[in-house]
């Protein structure tokens, strides 16, 4: 008996939470170049600090793997919404849940970010940020509130999203 779409899905987000691997992973984070910055800090702790540089301005925060399909439609409208909205105040950033930070690397090899990616390959942010799916992105208002939470990426789903980031980046809030 094959096993459907649904139950295939299951499995590879129970695996990629719950994988004994992540115990191995370093917390790295990378921007632009892909450049691996090693830090002390947890990736929780890492995102909190990147998110409290961030207070005043507007934040996409995507999580993403390198299996996840819409992840690959998804970079370019990331990178453009990046480049069109920064004098704005919009930041983007990336959360990485791999097994293997080399998994990402070659991932991005293919579809750079021109954001900060956090490799968080414990999966300590996403059980934090209690994920539904992949991808699932958070938008946070200027004043480091979650107003926003989105699973999935399509066509359709990336005007909405755009839609929000334009009115919280217009906003006098």
Request: glycine content about 4%; overall charge positive; proline content about 5%.
């Amino acid at each position: 008996m094959r096993p459907n779409f649904k139950t295939c899905f299951f499995f590879i987000t129970l695996l990629t939470f719950s994988s004994p691997l992540w115990a191995f992973g370093d917390v790295n984070i990378s921007a632009n170049s892909n450049t691996n910055l090693s830090t002390d800090l947890s990736t929780t702790e890492l995102l909190d600090q990147q998110l409290n540089n961030a207070k005043g301005k507007v934040v996409y925060v995507d999580f993403w793997a390198s299996w996840c399909i819409p992840c690959r439609k998804s970079f370019p409208w990331m990178n453009n919404l990046a480049a069109q909205y920064q004098t704005q105040g919009l930041i983007i950033l990336s959360i990485n849940l791999d097994h293997s930070q080399v998994l990402a690397d070659k991932f991005l090899a293919q579809i750079p970010a021109n954001f900060p990616v956090i490799y968080d390959p414990k999966g300590s942010i996403a059980k934090k940020y209690q994920l539904k799916g992949m991808p699932s992105s958070f938008i946070i208002n200027r004043q480091g509130q979650i107003v926003s939470a989105h699973v999935g990426f399509s066509e359709e789903k990336k005007s909405a999203y755009e839609q929000e980031i334009k009115a919280l980046l217009t906003s006098l809030d």
